[in-house]
T-cell receptor
Framework: GQQVMQIPQYQHVQEGEDFTTYCNSS?????IQWYKQRPGGHPVFLIQ?????EVKKQKRLTFQFGEAKKNSSLHITATQTTDVGTYFC??????????FGSGTKLNVKP | GAVVSQHPSWVICKSGTSVKIECRSL??????MFWYRQFPKQSLMLMAT?????????EQGVEKDKFLINHASLTLSTLTVTSAHPEDSSFYIC?????????????FGNGTRLTVT
């Protein structure tokens, strides 16, 4: 089946440090979405990227979609303890089903 | 915003029994709902796509007779885990997308923690 790979699996940072998670697909994606899941909670939508090379920002979060639409990244600048959670990318190949990456669990030490 | 209600939030059942999980879109219509399974500290694995008024489409390796899906209306999809076994214990979560909006985000229910004893 279709697979979206995501690295790293875990990331521990000191508050104020930056954080990046990467997603990669072997085949071209139609679009990609990013979600955040807090412990015990359900995934919450953050953003969607559709266009090749697209870059979107939400305050300290920067999302990128690769030129070939096969990879994407989420970068958090100056992490805060409220950023703790697991970040998932979810890609679709036909604008229908979304396949989730394995997730990156972020832990931020105060 | 769009709200998806999933019930029950947790259930404990005995091996061999069946469990039904409901997923409702409260303020929007969803022709398509998706059922995911999440193991502890792992990602969400797509199990099946539930289509209103037609048969669900299952991902490779997911037993359709084991996980029965019914999408009887534009706001309700159900997943029934039949003849549950301990290995079926997991976190099941549904998601829905507003009808007619292929590019819109998925709205997730709060999930159901199933424990089979």
């Amino acid at each position: 089946g279709q697979q979206v790979m995501q690295i790293p699996q875990y990331q521990h940072v000191q508050e104020g440090e930056d954080f990046t998670t990467y997603c990669n697909s072997s085949t071209t994606l139609s679009n990609i979405q990013w979600y955040k899941q807090r412990p015990g909670g359900h995934p919450v939508f953050l953003i969607q990227l559709v266009k090749s090379g697209e870059v979107k920002k939400q305050k300290r979060l920067t999302f990128q979609f690769g030129e070939a639409k096969k990879n994407s990244s989420l970068h958090i600048t100056a992490t805060q303890t409220t950023d703790v959670g697991t970040y998932f990318c979810a890609g679709t190949y036909n604008f229908n089903k979304f396949y989730f990456g394995s997730g990156t669990k972020l832990n931020v030490k105060p | 915003g769009a709200v998806v209600s999933q019930h029950p939030s947790w259930v404990i059942c005995k091996s061999g029994t069946s469990v039904k999980i409901e997923c409702r879109s409260l303020d929007f219509q969803a022709t398509t709902m998706f059922w995911y399974r999440q193991f502890p500290k792992q990602s969400l694995m797509l199990m099946a796509t539930s289509n209103e008024g037609s048969k669900a489409t299952y991902e490779q390796g997911v037993e359709k007779d084991k996980f029965l899906i019914n999408h009887a209306s534009l706001t309700l999809s159900t997943l029934t885990v039949t003849s549950a076994h301990p290995e079926d214990s997991s976190f099941y979560i549904c998601s829905a997308r507003e009808a007619g909006k292929t590019n819109s985000p998925l709205h997730f229910g709060n999930g159901t923690r199933l424990t089979v004893t």
